[in-house]
């Protein structure tokens, strides 16, 4: 009597191990570029950084951290430490603070 069909072929198996495999490769791959990118992007406000900030800032009226950040093009919570440094430097005057935004001008 024949008894049922036989399992999948090696080959089959095969190539379901392959996919699984890349696919865990690519993953840590992904993972790996976000841990760089974090990295990179950096929360410290530098010397250079404050320098291009300043000469940045001399023509604007009005600074928030909205328009210093697409000046510079750095993020947002970078462009409010910038912010903070600046009015502590007395680049800047600090006209008016809330949780999310920051005012200044610059001082005449």
Excluded: H
């Excluded at 690519?26 to 929360?43: I, T």
């Excluded at 950084?49 to 001399?58: D, G, P, Q």
């Amino acid at each position: 009597m024949g008894g049922g069909k036989g399992g999948k072929p090696i080959s089959t198996l095969e190539k379901r191990q392959r996919r699984q495999l890349e696919q865990q490769l690519k993953q840590q791959l992904k993972e790996s570029r976000q841990r760089e990118k974090k990295a990179q992007l950096g929360v410290e406000v530098t010397d250079s950084l404050l320098s291009r900030a300043s000469k940045e800032v001399t023509d604007l009226k009005v600074v928030t951290q909205y328009t210093l950040a697409s000046k510079l093009g750095i993020n947002l919570s970078l462009a409010k430490k910038v912010i903070k440094a600046l009015v502590e430097q007395g680049k800047l005057k600090l006209v008016d603070k809330s949780r999310r935004v920051i005012i200044a001008t610059v001082p005449k």
